[in-house]
């Protein structure tokens, strides 16, 4: 298959709706095909600012057994379970570390990692030259309280991204969730739990407006608030 045949097939090997033989004759040809490992980075790139998936920093850090927040990881686990687009480039990472430690190259520099605890809500920054990301894990507190006392969530100014993990109290397997911020909404459909029980999203860190703004989720007939008290932090 040609190079451009398989560019317009990328979309397509990257949601799981080609054949296994498909994907496997694919990775075969970006071993040794320099144009399409750019077309399908490229691609990545693109699906993954569209999809709830954990950023490429958070996968480089497990490649590199950098420490994680036991949240996030428990979260990190239960999406590789169910995505194979993750565990590929996990793979791949993993493989690049290796290849580092046997070459003895410098370890990666410019990049820092930083954890932090804030009431109860895991916080792991990743940082790098020209992105800062927070992986923020949110618990939820006990039916009683958690409509009614907010949950504090800080963000840096310098993040970009924050991934909010959510764990609904009822099994739902997909939820809607709404979140009227000022003037800013965010819309999510379809958010896919997973075995840990979590559901995510991705916001985009510049739309944040500091206050407190509920989190609103629905799955057919069954609805539920989290009320999050919003912080922007100074870096």
């Not at 490429?56 to 057994?65: C, D, F, Q, R, S």
């Not at 800080?154 to 909010?164: D, E, H, P, Q």
């Not at 609904?168 to 075995?195: K, N, V, Y």
Request: hydrophobic residues 40%.
């Amino acid at each position: 298959m040609s190079c451009e045949s398989w560019s317009e097939r990328m979309p397509w090997l990257l949601n799981g709706t080609e054949a296994r033989e498909t994907l496997e004759s694919f990775r075969s040809h970006l071993a040794e095909c320099a144009t399409c490992q750019t077309a399908w980075d490229a691609t990545l790139l693109t699906w993954r600012s569209m999809q709830p998936h954990p950023p490429t920093e958070l996968i480089n850090a497990l490649a590199w057994n950098d420490p994680i927040e036991s949240d996030v990881q428990m979260w990190l686990d239960a999406h590789l379970s169910t995505c194979t687009t993750c565990r590929d480039e996990l793979s791949s990472a993993r493989l690049g570390a290796r290849r580092f430690r046997t070459f003895r190259v410098p370890w990666r520099q410019g990049i820092a990692l930083a954890a932090a605890l804030i009431v109860g809500i895991a916080i792991g920054s990743w940082f790098s030259v020209d992105d800062m990301i927070d992986i923020q894990a949110i618990d939820l507190m006990s039916a009683e309280t958690r409509a009614v006392e907010p949950q504090q969530v800080s963000v840096s100014r310098r993040a970009k991204r924050v991934l909010v993990i959510l764990y609904p109290q009822h099994e739902a397997e997909r939820w809607d969730a709404i979140i009227h911020m000022g003037d800013q909404t965010f819309a999510f459909s379809q958010l896919q739990r997973l075995d840990d029980g979590s559901i995510s999203m991705t916001l985009d860190a510049g739309r944040i407006r500091p206050g407190t703004y509920p989190i609103q989720l629905r799955s057919g007939n069954v609805r539920e608030v989290i009320q999050v008290a919003w912080h922007l932090q100074e870096p």
